[in-house]
């Protein structure tokens, strides 16, 4: 059964850093994108970032410069380190991967993410 287990929010102040994991467990078959989308309090989940197998990255427009996705495939790991953080950034963030042909989803189970101004 594929798990992902997400670790690393937090609550922090405006400007500072945390850095969000994300472990694929219990798969046979390869990982291909990983990423994070956020959800705020009355608002949509929206896409923050995304890498692909070989390591091309993607992110909304107001994480650019402060955000950075990465990946450990060996360890079927996804990172994100988020700097500079705003308090618009407060949401709980959700991992995915896409495993398998054909493409599945798989979610993590949502880390929270405050940000104090």
Do not use: H
């Not at 009355?42 to 197998?53: D, F, H, N, P, W």
């Not at 495939?73 to 398998?100: H, R, W």
């Amino acid at each position: 059964q594929v798990q992902l287990v997400e670790s690393g929010g937090g609550l922090v102040q405006a400007g500072g850093s945390l850095k969000l994991s994300c472990a694929v467990s219990g798969s046979i078959f390869s990982t291909n994108d990983m990423g994070w989308y956020r959800q705020a309090p009355g608002k949509q989940r929206e896409l923050v970032a995304v890498i692909t197998s070989g390591g091309r990255t993607n992110y909304v427009e107001s994480v650019k410069g402060r955000f950075t996705i990465s990946r450990d495939n060996a360890k079927n790991t996804a990172f994100l380190q988020m700097n500079s953080l705003k308090p618009e950034d407060t949401a709980v963030y959700y991992c995915y991967a896409g495993i398998g042909a054909p493409l599945n989803m798989y979610w993590g189970q949502g880390t929270q993410v405050t940000v104090s101004s």
